[in-house]
């Protein structure tokens, strides 16, 4: 199931989810020409988990403790990665940081957008290398973000009619609940019938980031809308 748009009017631009669209592809493409190699930037600035929260802490790695949160948000692994991201970023972002933005006070709306990303891939970074203490696997990705972003239209637009490619049913509607519990469900199922370690997808990450933008949005200010599924 691959959304291509919610059909959702906003009334601000969503300025900081272009930012991070423009960050993640900046860096990828920073990624692909460094002369340092693809891989080495990945486990330069990737997050490592025995780093993190384990007993493997090198002092003099650039991704020792929260750096490697941050800059792990804004690496991805493949064109395919990149992309996934980036359109259900492109889909669903908008709308959450407009849920966030007043207009009379667009700026510290937009800080709370910004709060609301980082908080949610950081719980998911985090809950990752939680599970995984030992593991000197480097995890990257906007996904953990992104997956806070879902979390958090869930909530505020539950009936919200999601426009979705479907394998052999082509181009239809479906309700946010239906899309992004699908999705949710696909993510618990994998991550409990897989290792972690040897998943290749941080499942766990998307879980934990997810669950973080559903209990985050409404504290940070989100309002709900109307449903508007017809």
């Known amino acids: 199931m691959i959304p291509l748009t919610d059909n959702h009017p906003t009334h601000h631009r969503p300025y900081l989810t272009y930012a991070f669209m423009a960050a993640c592809i900046g860096f990828f493409g920073l990624q692909v020409i460094s002369p340092l190699g693809f891989e080495t930037i990945v486990e330069m600035y990737g997050l490592i988990p025995g780093y ?9 790695a650039l991704n020792a403790g929260w750096w490697g949160v941050l800059s792990s948000m804004f690496l991805h692994g493949s064109v395919t990665h990149l992309a996934g991201n980036m359109l259900f970023l492109f889909v669903f972002g908008d709308n959450i940081e407009n849920a966030l933005v007043r207009s009379a006070e667009p700026l510290g709306g937009r800080l709370r957008y910004l709060l609301f990303y980082g908080l949610g ?12 203490p030992a593991s000197l696997i480097p ?3 906007a996904s953990g973000a ?3 972003v879902l979390g958090g239209y869930l909530v505020l637009y539950p009936r919200q ?17 239906v899309v992004l519990g699908s999705w949710f469900g696909y993510q618990l199922l994998y ?30 200010g989100g309002r709900k809308r109307p449903a508007l599924w017809r």
């Open 139 to 141: 995890m990257i990705g």
């Open 161 to 177: 009619p999601i426009t979705v490619a479907l394998p052999y049913v082509g181009i239809t509607e479906l309700p946010a609940y």
């Open 52 to 60: 993190t929260v384990g007993d493997a802490v090198d002092p003099d």
């Open 191 to 220: 991550g409990i019938a897989t290792d972690p370690a040897d998943a290749g997808v941080a499942f766990w990450a998307h879980i934990f980031g997810f669950v973080a933008g559903v209990i985050l949005i409404l504290p940070l």
């Open 121 to 132: 891939g950081a719980v998911a970074a985090l809950g990752h290398a939680w599970l995984e």
């Open 146 to 148: 992104i997956s806070a």
